[in-house]
């Protein structure tokens, strides 16, 4: 019998605005997915990969809510070193400074000639 693999990864360093809400909509995915295979009679298991151990804790109380514990395996990437976990935090700030146009010039205006 084949076995599924289904995993995402997850970059968010905190759950602040609407990303607690994204996340877990995307752990809802993950874990209907599983459920599908599943149901289906094939072997599944899922895999979400988040960068801190708070988001973690967040989807721990997601797995006993949704009664999903056994369908998607927390993987807290602790192995990022001090250099990568800060140039990951500096990209964050650069997109976000992007999505909320902090520090961009304006985009809409039209440059004349």
Same mark, same amino acid.
């Given at each position: 019998?084949?076995?599924?693999? %289904?995993?995402? /990864?997850? *970059? !968010? $360093?905190? =759950? &602040? #605005?609407?990303? +607690?809400?994204?996340?877990?909509?995307?752990?809802?995915? %993950?874990?209907? /997915?599983? *459920? !599908? $295979?599943? =149901? &289906? #009679?094939?072997? +599944?298991?899922?895999?979400?990969?988040?960068?801190?151990?708070?988001?973690?804790?967040?989807?721990?109380?997601?797995?006993?809510?949704?009664? +999903?514990?056994?369908?998607?395996?927390?993987?807290?990437?602790?192995?990022?070193?001090?250099?990568?976990?800060?140039?990951?935090?500096?990209?964050?700030?650069?997109?976000?400074?992007?999505?909320?146009?902090?520090?961009?010039?304006?985009?809409?205006?039209?440059?004349?000639?």
């Amino acid at each position: 019998m084949k076995k599924y693999l %289904l995993g995402m /990864a997850k *970059s !968010n $360093l905190d =759950l &602040k #605005g609407g990303k +607690a809400r994204s996340l877990e909509l995307d752990y809802l995915r %993950l874990a209907y /997915a599983v *459920s !599908n $295979l599943r =149901l &289906k #009679g094939l072997e +599944a298991k899922g895999y979400l990969s988040v960068t801190t151990n708070a988001v973690a804790k967040r989807i721990e109380k997601w797995q006993s809510k949704y009664l +999903a514990k056994d369908y998607i395996e927390i993987i807290v990437g602790n192995g990022l070193s001090g250099k990568d976990f800060k140039n990951l935090h500096a990209e964050k700030k650069r997109n976000a400074k992007g999505i909320y146009g902090k520090g961009r010039k304006d985009s809409n205006r039209i440059q004349r000639h």
